[in-house]
């Protein structure tokens, strides 16, 4: 009897060691495979970005300090076409049809409303404090807004501004020009002293940069465009034809090049930068490459805001260009890490000193290693100040191609300025849903 009492307990005994030998087994398992496994075998996570050619080159130096501080992130710059819309237009058919391979959204300042109202953009407003914000220039903050909510933090700011050759008008005794008249009047006389082939070169191409050196002119004749809280159209109205009249006159007058209709900023660089030209209408881009060693142009350059009608006062277009959190980003957690080191005072201050960008910190306008290399960057921040944004409507890529459209047909002289600019005032009323001005 006692015999087989023993015996059983042995036998409860053994198949309790080997079920705890197996739960032991189980568990060891589950820890290999939830922890250390992961941990040998993980590959870094690659958050994709893509972003204009041009604007493409300084990143890969703080991309790699940003690699370095991560060990686990990589970023992966995909350089795209130059025109900011045709940027646009790749995000814009990535997020329509769904599997988007990008992970961070280097947006334009004009993008945010269209791209958050499609809901495209995670939302970034509990991740910054209202204090992190206030180091940053009230307008590109404005521009990364979107109904309350904030979708984009500033990389860069922009402004559009006036570049001349000093050297020349010293050599004409001429001072800078304020008007549009002074610019035309310099512009002839250094031509015909044979100082220069061109007097002004801007961006006539039908794309996003049309409109945004249009509104600069457009400004200075005290017009607008669409006003973004009443929704008011200024297309038809007479300081409209006038500031096509003066695109249309520099031309006619032999003052720009007849190619200037299908250039870009990269064009109207280049023939700036051979010394071909008195004065271009730009971004701040072009201030380091103008002055770069091998550039014929070196040192003979100085920048001012726009030019303006007599009475009247200039406008710079704001620019500028920010980074969101696509929404469909399987990694949001590193592609805030990644926006929170581009965004820091040092990554800004190396970008700005290899590309000549304009800062969105604004304490890096008076930034002494800054300003020995760019001295004109305490004045850049009066001008980013005072610049107009171009209307912050979830519309506005369709009301800008509508403008591009018609501007480029009157500028071409394939329809009268008068013509053009009423057809694209009423397409423009139709997008928005309003009625027209009498
Ligand atoms: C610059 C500006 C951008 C603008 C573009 C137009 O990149 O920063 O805001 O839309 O030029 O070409």
């Not at 100085?302 to 006062?313: D, E, L, N, T």
């Not at 704001?318 to 965004?343: D, N, R």
């Not at 500028?411 to 694209?424: D, F, G």
Request: hydrophobic share 40%; glycine share 6%.
């Amino acid at each position: 009897m006692l015999y087989r009492l023993v015996n059983k307990l042995k036998k409860v005994i053994q198949k309790y060691q080997r079920s705890r030998l197996a739960i032991l087994l189980v568990f060891a398992i589950s820890i290999t495979l939830l922890f250390i496994l992961p941990a040998l075998t993980q590959s870094p996570v690659t958050l994709n970005l893509l972003m204009t050619a041009p604007d493409a080159q300084p990143w890969p130096s703080i991309v790699k300090d940003f690699e370095t501080k991560n060990p686990g992130i990589r970023v992966n710059i995909i350089e795209g076409p130059n025109a900011t819309n045709l940027i646009e237009d790749l995000y814009t058919s990535a997020f329509i049809l769904g599997d988007s391979p990008y992970d961070l959204v280097n947006m334009d300042v004009i993008w945010t409303p269209k791209f958050a109202a499609a809901g495209w953009l995670l939302d970034l407003t509990d991740r910054i404090s209202k204090e992190e914000l206030a180091a940053f220039s009230p307008k590109d903050v404005e521009g990364g807004r979107y109904e309350d909510k904030l979708y984009r933090i500033p990389i860069r700011s922009d402004a559009g501004m006036l570049y001349y050759r000093k050297d020349l008008l010293e050599q004409g005794g001429f001072e800078a020009p304020e008007t549009f008249d002074d610019l035309i009047k310099i512009s002839k006389a250094l031509k015909q002293q044979g100082k220069a082939k061109w007097g002004y070169l801007w961006q006539g191409r039908q794309y996003e940069g049309l409109a945004a050196m249009f509104i600069e002119v457009l400004q200075g004749y005290g017009g607008y465009w669409i006003n973004p809280d009443t929704l008011e159209v200024g297309l038809d109205r007479p300081e409209t034809i006038q500031a096509i009249q003066f695109l249309r006159e520099t031309v006619n007058q032999g003052i720009s090049p007849p190619g200037v209709t299908t250039y870009q900023e990269e064009e109207t660089r280049r023939l700036f930068q051979s010394g071909q030209a008195v004065f271009l209408r730009s971004w701040p881009y072009v201030w380091p490459l103008a002055n770069e060693d091998d550039s014929p142009i070196k040192g003979k350059i100085a920048i001012k805001p726009m030019v303006h009608a007599a009475g009247k006062s200039e406008g710079a277009c704001l620019g500028g260009w920010g980074l969101g959190i696509a929404k469909s980003s399987k990694h949001p957690a590193e592609a805030w890490k990644a926006i929170q080191y581009f965004t820091t005072v040092e990554a800004q201050r190396s970008f700005i000193l290899k590309a000549g960008y304009v800062p969105s910190r604004r304490e890096l306008f008076t930034d002494p290693e800054i300003v020995a290399k760019y001295n004109h960057y305490p004045q850049l921040l009066e001008v980013v100040d005072s610049a107009v944004l171009r209307p912050a409507i979830a519309q506005y890529a369709q009301a800008s191609d509508i403008l591009q459209r018609y501007l480029s047909a009157a500028l071409t002289n394939r329809m009268s300025p008068e013509q053009a600019m009423q057809s694209a005032a009423n397409e423009t009323r139709r997008l928005l849903g309003t009625r027209g001005e009498s």
